[in-house]
């Protein structure tokens, strides 16, 4: 029964889902008054994923049956990092050994999942989408686990998110230091690209593929890609908050600083053009791969 609770109830899927679904709202709300409009109201995301879930389900002439079931991997797998996380925040002592590699995985499975089914489809610009984000994926995930190993030499060689969050409230955040300063950096633009927002919303660009990825989705699967991106948007930033300002995570500093992550996607996604594919790849494998590399080498240097 506690295994249930945690993974339906809290810390996991419909608790991170409501979380998401609120900080998507602040995303909208905050954009919209950038733009000199209102904005919508805070239920307006949560009706939104209620009407998809009415409409009608089209499956495209010629889908394979992975075009139905690639959701479904993509909402498991970000509500069980939910579930992983919490119980980390909550209970630094519990857990299970390298679950920090574990998290890693399942953080990819919802990219997977869209380029899955957005291949499925058979559509050309679905496919196109699918494309891109794959190519977005082998750009961005390089420097996200170079400084993931950053954090790892620094909380000497802990693989396990308690032990992690330990150290940290022992000997101070990560991000105090010159190399998880630098790591963390990286950890931002990786998030802003998992996360799929601009500059790096290049699979689901709508003015140049309309949907992209997404064409051909409707009804219920396009509710749990959506339902799926919203849980993103409250297990990403929570990770990085775990592995790089993991000291005093009490309920009213895990909100703050969860805050000041969301207010900085925010600004990001607001200051800034969409990147072609290309330019990002060279950003990814360049500047912020670099950076990556000097903060492992300055981590194992003890700075």
């Known amino acids: 029964m506690d295994i249930l609770f945690n993974y339906f109830i809290f810390p996991g899927f419909l608790f991170s889902a409501f979380v ?17 409009r209102v904005g919508p109201p805070w239920y307006q995301n949560f009706v939104d994923i209620v009407k998809l879930l009415g409409k009608e389900t089209i ?22 990092v939910a579930t992983i996380l919490g119980l980390a925040v909550r209970l630094p ?31 050309p ?6 494309s891109r984000e794959m190519k977005l994926v082998l750009g961005y995930e390089l420097p996200f686990i170079l400084a993931i190993i950053t954090v790892i030499i620094k909380s000497s060689g802990a693989i396990k998110l308690g032990e992690i969050i330990s150290h940290q409230s022992a000997y ?27 500059p790096f919303d290049i699979a689901e660009a709508e003015q140049e593929i309309m949907a992209g990825a997404l064409i051909e989705y409707s009804g219920l699967p396009l509710a749990i890609f959506k339902l799926t991106k919203a849980i993103l ?13 993991g000291n ?32 990002a790849m060279r950003f990814f494998w360049g500047p912020v791969t670099i950076l990556s590399i000097i903060a492992v080498i300055l981590a194992s240097l003890g700075r």
């Open 233 to 245: 948007l409250y297990t990403i930033p929570l990770f990085l908050v775990v592995l790089f300002w």
């Open 93 to 123: 002592d519990t857990g299970f050994s390298a679950d920090l590699i574990v998290v890693i995985y399942l953080l990819t499975i919802p990219a997977i999942s869209l380029i899955i089914g957005a291949s499925s489809s058979r559509n």
């Open 59 to 80: 499956v495209p002439e010629g889908a394979r049956v992975t075009f139905l079931f690639a959701p479904y991997f993509g909402l498991l797998s970000a509500s069980l």
């Open 125 to 130: 610009l679905a496919s196109l989408g699918a």
């Open 20 to 36: 998401g679904l609120i900080a998507g709202w602040i995303d909208r709300k905050v954009t919209a008054r950038i733009q000199w």
């Open 248 to 279: 005093g995570l009490s309920p009213i500093a895990l909100i703050c600083k969860y805050v000041a992550l969301l207010v900085i996607i925010i600004l990001i996604k607001n200051t800034n053009p969409r990147l072609r594919i290309d330019q």
């Open 172 to 198: 101070g955040s990560n991000i105090a230091s010159f190399s998880g300063a630098m790591a963390f950096i990286v950890g931002l633009f990786c998030m802003q690209a998992k996360l799929g927002f601009v």
